[in-house]
Structures are given as structure tokens and as C-alpha cells.
């Protein structure tokens, strides 16, 4: 891995693991669908502009159909599975449930063609980052009665999640992916431009508190504008299998936000489980002869 790729797993992984706490912020004051709505919205009104100024929009735009693809299983799909589902389960469950993304990558990304992702040391890295994400929820995750519908949400999100890199790496990589995300988050707003704007900003007839709105703007600005551009920069360094590792070091992220500012405590699952989730994911994104 260069330093680049490095710096944009980093990148990536932080950007990528605060959205947890800030959807269960934001549905204190938005339904599932305005937060899609709103995310989408926000990044492309920061995205496409900038993707304009460079020159680099029309030449995105002729690839439509697979920008298109993208947009519906990386955001229209998996975000309002996964929004929806927090209304029902555990931030830490959906981490877990999310971090089966590799599982559905690695076979892809071996299908199509990318045969060192077998590799011994990329297989045991998968293993020790999921074991670490195991640890770090812990089984208090599964101690409560959960609807399996929601457990089934959160795996048809995963497995959009893997799919849509895929997508990027092998039909839109030499297009700017400011430009495809922008783009992306244009055709999905158009999709929840109805759904999301019914209510928009009340919740049982009460106006969303100014910590809803912000957790809003943080959604739109750093966990999707900001983030998808490092992510497709990330895909074009590393090959989509290998940056879909993220999610492992997301929920780590999570928890230690958690202990930071909400004053968690640190647990024996997070001290077992930090360690290997770092060492799983550095193993696992890095490319193997």
C-alpha cells in the first residue's frame, strides 16, 4: 500500500465511521427518506460544481447508464436500508452486519479477475478484521429480540455496498469520481425528491432541534461529499475488493467517538478488538503478489 492509499484508507475509514451516530442523531428530527434526500443534496451541490469548474462533468455525464448503477446500489439502496434499520436495531449491530461487506467483495472482485485476492495473507487479514469487529460489538448486540426484516436490510446493504465498487473500478475509473459523485447524488435526490420532502423536518408534528439539522449537514458535507471522493481515489490505488476493508475499521471508529465524546466506557471487546481490526484491514487492503 503507498502512502497515498494509506492516507486514503484513513481518510475513508474516519469519514466513514462517524455516519453511524450522526443518522441516530439526525432521526430525532427526519424520516429515513429526508436524510437520504438531504445527504444526497448537500453533497451534490458541493460536488458537481467543483466537478464543473475542472471540466471534467461532461465526460462523466456520457457515462450515465453506469453512473446510474452506482447511484442505486452504492446510495439509493443501501442508505435507506440502513437509515430505516436504525430506527429498529443497535448502531453496533448494524456495524457488525455492515462489516459482511468483504464477504460478498472478495468472491466479486475474484470473479472478476482479480485472483490475488485469495491470497493467504488477504484472506487472513479478512478474518482477523471481521473477528475484531466481532469483538468490539461483542454478543450483547444479539442479547435483544431483533426482526430478522431488519437483519435482512442491513445484508441487502452489504452486498450493494460491495457491488457498487465494483462497478466504479471496472466501468467508471478513468472518470473523476468528484464528478461521478456528484452526479450520483443528483440522480438519487431526483428518486427521493417526493418521499423525502413530505414532512421535511418535522417528526410527529415537532420541529427538528438544531442537532438534527446539524448532524444533516455533517451527513451531506464530510460523509458523503468529501468521503465518496476519497473512497473512489482509494478504489483507483487499491482495486474495489481491497477498499470495500473499510468497513472494519468504520464501527472502530464508531466506539472510539463514542468513548470520546459520549463517555462510553472502554471495554474489554474494544481492547481485543481495535488491535485486530487495525492489523485485519492493513493485511486485507494490501495488494499480494
Known amino acids: 500500500m503507498t502512502r497515498k492509499a494509506f492516507w486514503l484508507f484513513v481518510t475513508s475509514s474516519i469519514l466513514w465511521g462517524i455516519p453511524y451516530g450522526l443518522i441516530r442523531i439526525a432521526l430525532n428530527g427526519f424520516s429515513p427518506s429526508s436524510i437520504v434526500l438531504a445527504r444526497v443534496v448537500v453533497g451534490a451541490l458541493v460536488l458537481i460544481p467543483l466537478a464543473a469548474r475542472r471540466g471534467v462533468l461532461a465526460s462523466a455525464l456520457k457515462q450515465w447508464k453506469y453512473v446510474l448503477a452506482f447511484a442505486l446500489v452504492e446510495m439509493a439502496g443501501p442508505w435507506i436500508l440502513l437509515t430505516s434499520a436504525e430506527q429498529h436495531i443497535s448502531s453496533s449491530l448494524a456495524g457488525l452486519l455492515i462489516g459482511t461487506v468483504p464477504f460478498f467483495g472478495v468472491p466479486l472482485a475474484y470473479f472478476l479477475g482479480d485472483k490475488s485476492i485469495f491470497h493467504r495473507r488477504t484472506i487472513l487479514g479478512l478474518a482477523l478484521g471481521f473477528g475484531g469487529v466481532v469483538a468490539l460489538v461483542g454478543i450483547d448486540a444479539f442479547s435483544h429480540a431483533v426482526n430478522p426484516l431488519w437483519i435482512g436490510a ?42 423525502g420532502s413530505i414532512g421535511f423536518g418535522t417528526i410527529n408534528g415537532h420541529g427538528a432541534p438544531i442537532s438534527a439539522w446539524l ?5 451531506g458535507v464530510l460523509c458523503t461529499a468529501v468521503a465518496f471522493t476519497s473512497f473512489f481515489e482509494l478504489i483507483a490505488q487499491v482495486g474495489s475488493a481491497r477498499a470495500t476493508m473499510i468497513v472494519y475499521p468504520n ?33 486485507a487492503s494490501r495488494k499480494h503478489g
Open 154 to 195: 442491513m445484508l441487502l446493504a452489504a452486498l450493494g455496498y460491495a457491488i457498487a465498487p465494483a462497478i466504479a473500478d471496472q466501468k467508471l475509473g478513468k472518470e473523476s469520481s468528484m464528478a461521478v459523485a456528484g452526479l450520483s447524488m443528483a440522480m438519487v435526490a431526483v428518486i427521493y425528491a417526493v418521499p
Open 215 to 219: 448532524a444533516l449537514l455533517a451527513l
Open 251 to 283: 464501527l472502530t471508529v464508531a466506539i472510539i467517538m463514542g468513548i470520546v465524546f459520549l463517555n462510553e466506557p472502554i471495554t474489554t471487546g474494544f481492547l481485543v478488538g481495535v488491535p485486530m481490526v487495525i492489523v485485519g484491514s492493513l493485511l
